[in-house]
């Protein structure tokens, strides 16, 4: 099977100071991949230059077959590639009806559906972003990825800061979209919840991709000396 999504031989560099040093991923249709390391390893970078806000020094990104090293990010998401930044990064003064519509592409992802996936949507559609807990912006940044109707979606920290309550809840909602046949690259650090969504895990390690294999084959010493658990 031909990878949806695939990265080889990445190499990055902020300034001077080189951040990628060869990293390869890929994402086959309708898989889930986690993309995992401790924090400053290159996950956020490795997920910026698949989704083309950086340019790779070295290196190649592939979509569909597609060679989209150059493309411009904007260009990229047009193609199918669904992005839900760290940080969620809503629209603050836009309601969450005009946050979902703002991003809005032909597909089966509709305000109608995304409202049906995540209820609170609905009921919080005349608010404005900046008034929602963490967790209600949380599924407004994954409800405005979803309206792009995206072929790939991308999720970096899905979970970071929220409540465990509402943590549980929006694992909930990935696995139900993996189970839809969504492919999804995910970065996360609890190994715990994402064994039982991803088919695969990627490690970096110093701007590295340093192990490849399903989550069930991360062995203890493999936690400790990747992932710092």
């Known amino acids: 099977m031909t990878a949806l999504a695939r990265v080889e031989g990445l ?8 951040a990628l040093f060869g990293v390869d991923l890929a ?7 986690a993309l995992m390391g401790r924090n400053g390893m290159g996950k956020t970078t490795t997920i910026r230059t698949l989704c083309r806000m950086q340019a790779p020094y070295k290196g190649r990104v592939w979509f569909d077959g597609q060679d989209i090293t150059r493309l411009p990010s904007y260009k990229a998401a047009r193609l199918g590639i669904g992005l839900v930044p ?13 946050n979902l519509i703002a991003a809005a592409r032909p597909g089966p992802w509709t305000l109608q559906t995304v409202r049906d996936f995540f209820p609170r949507l609905g009921e919080r559609a005349d608010q ?9 912006q949380q599924m407004l940044a994954i409800g405005r990825a979803l309206m792009t109707n995206p072929r790939l979606l991308v999720l970096d920290e899905a979970t970071e800061g929220l409540a465990p309550v509402i943590r549980k809840e929006i694992w909930a909602a990935i696995a139900r979209l993996k189970a839809q046949g969504q492919a999804i690259l995910i970065v996360d650090k609890t190994l715990s919840e994402l064994k039982p969504i991803a088919d695969a895990c990627v490690i970096l390690e110093r701007g590295r991709s340093v192990w490849t294999g399903t989550p069930g084959a991360i062995t203890p010493e493999i936690e400790r000396r990747y992932l710092g658990l």
Do not use: I, N
């Not at 190499?11 to 080189?18: I, K």
């Open 128 to 136: 404005q972003a900046a008034t929602l807990s963490g967790g209600e």
């Open 11 to 18: 190499e990055v560099f902020y300034g001077a100071s080189q």
């Open 86 to 98: 760290e940080g969620r990064r809503c629209f603050a003064t836009l309601t969450v009806t005009e």
């Open 27 to 33: 994402v086959e249709p309708g898989q889930a991949v």
